[in-house]
């Protein structure tokens, strides 16, 4: 079992920055962890991940805005993000899935709100 916490979400212009974190309760070095978003209305889509060796993937609509990084040490997953568009605005997830497992595990959500 994995619990995670997000936070780091708020309201933010047009243009500007967050910087979202998920903190977990144990060691994630085995996890590909990841983010996702859901706008009122709409599905849950993937926003990026990185697998335990590092790999990134990014939607197409955050690639170059969007990095996330991971800190195994702290057992903390980040989600950087700049130049956010309004289209930026949903409820983001963090996500750890254990490689070969079905098991998928989620954190509350924490709001970001992109206006002006």
């Known amino acids: 079992q994995v619990q995670l916490v997000e936070s780091g979400g708020g309201l933010v212009q047009p243009g500007g920055s967050l910087r979202l974190s998920c903190a977990a309760s144990?060691?994630?070095?085995?996890?590909?962890m990841g983010w996702h978003r859901q706008a009122p209305g709409k599905q849950r889509d993937l926003v990026a991940t990185i697998t335990n060796s590092g790999s990134l993937n990014y939607a197409d609509s955050v690639k170059g805005r969007f990095a996330i990084s991971r800190n195994s040490a702290k057992n903390t997953v980040y989600l950087q993000m700049d130049s956010l568009k309004s289209d930026d605005t949903a409820v983001y997830y963090c996500n750890a899935v254990q490689p070969g497992y079905s098991v998928s595990y989620w954190g509350q959500g924490t709001q970001v709100t992109v206006s002006s």
């Open positions: 144990r060691n994630i070095s085995i996890y590909t």
